[in-house]
């Protein structure tokens, strides 16, 4: 099951390049796997690691703390290209709860919020202005729904109300409707107490 998320206090790592896409996220040549752990350390693989699996002192995906800079704060039309779900498995594993930009990938997006990680779109003068203070703590509070930072004015963005509930349950689609199967019991009980068979 997904960690429930409802605030978030962190400090965010931009990586500010357009049209990253799914496969710089996370390699096709890792998508071997159906299960979720590990895939962290494939994250964004060719940016962090030279052929020989050496890292690169260069990329600053090498010099951060994962669970210090927990929101990634990314450039137009993140996540586009393949639907791969292992995308943000791997933005999860590596410690990435969140990302904000000003466009990302519908299908992402769907895949994100189905898998307890939160995308987030900003108009152009948010993003400037986030990019602006990297040393800055966010806070992304889902239940009230906006973003607040320093002395500026929060700002509010939407989610689809399911994927939120979700979110801030911790449950998936599936927990979800497990968690209702109480109900269901009790209405298949009424149903069976209240029927009556049609006589000829």
């Given at each position: 099951?997904?960690?429930?998320?409802?605030?978030?206090?962190?400090?965010?790592?931009?990586?500010?390049?357009?049209?990253?896409?799914?496969?710089?996220?996370?390699?096709?040549?890792?998508?071997?796997?159906?299960?979720?752990?590990?895939?962290?350390?494939?994250?964004?693989?060719?940016?962090?690691?030279?052929?020989d699996g050496s890292p690169?002192?260069?990329?600053?995906?090498?010099?951060?703390?994962?669970?210090?800079?927990?929101?990634?704060?990314?450039?137009?039309?993140?996540?586009?290209?393949?639907?791969?779900?292992?995308?943000?498995?791997?933005?999860?594993?590596?410690?990435?709860?969140?990302?904000?930009?000003?466009?990302?990938?519908?299908?992402?997006?769907?895949?994100?919020?189905?898998?307890?990680?939160?995308?987030?779109?900003?108009d152009q003068t948010v993003?400037?202005?986030?990019?602006?203070?990297?040393?800055?703590?966010?806070t992304i509070d889902l239940?009230?729904?906006?973003?607040?930072?320093?002395?500026?004015?929060?700002?509010?963005?939407?989610?689809?109300?399911?994927?939120?509930?979700?979110?801030?349950?911790?449950?998936?689609?599936?927990?979800?409707?497990?968690?209702?199967?109480?109900?269901?019991?009790?209405?298949?009980?009424?149903?069976?107490?209240?029927?009556?068979?049609?006589?000829?």
């Open positions: 099951m997904p960690e429930a998320f409802k605030v978030l206090t962190s400090k965010t790592l931009t990586l500010s390049q357009a049209n990253i896409d799914t496969d710089q996220i996370i390699p096709a040549r890792f998508l071997t796997t159906t299960s979720r752990e590990g895939l962290g350390a494939q994250a964004f693989y060719d940016w962090r690691y030279e052929a690169k002192p260069e990329s600053v995906l090498n010099r951060i703390d994962p669970t210090e800079q927990r929101i990634l704060l990314a450039g137009p039309n993140f996540a586009c290209g393949s639907s791969r779900e292992h995308a943000p498995w791997a933005l999860l594993d590596y410690g990435f709860r969140a990302v904000i930009s000003t466009e990302i990938a519908d299908i992402f997006t769907s895949n994100a919020l189905k898998n307890g990680f939160l995308p987030i779109v900003v993003w400037d202005d986030l990019a602006a203070h990297p040393e800055q703590s966010v239940e009230a729904g906006e973003i607040r930072r320093g002395n500026a004015p929060a700002v509010p963005f939407k989610v689809e109300a399911f994927a939120r509930q979700c979110l801030l349950d911790g449950v998936d689609a599936l927990g979800w409707l497990q968690s209702k199967l109480p109900y269901v019991a009790s209405y298949e009980r009424l149903r069976q107490d209240t029927y009556q068979p049609e006589t000829a």
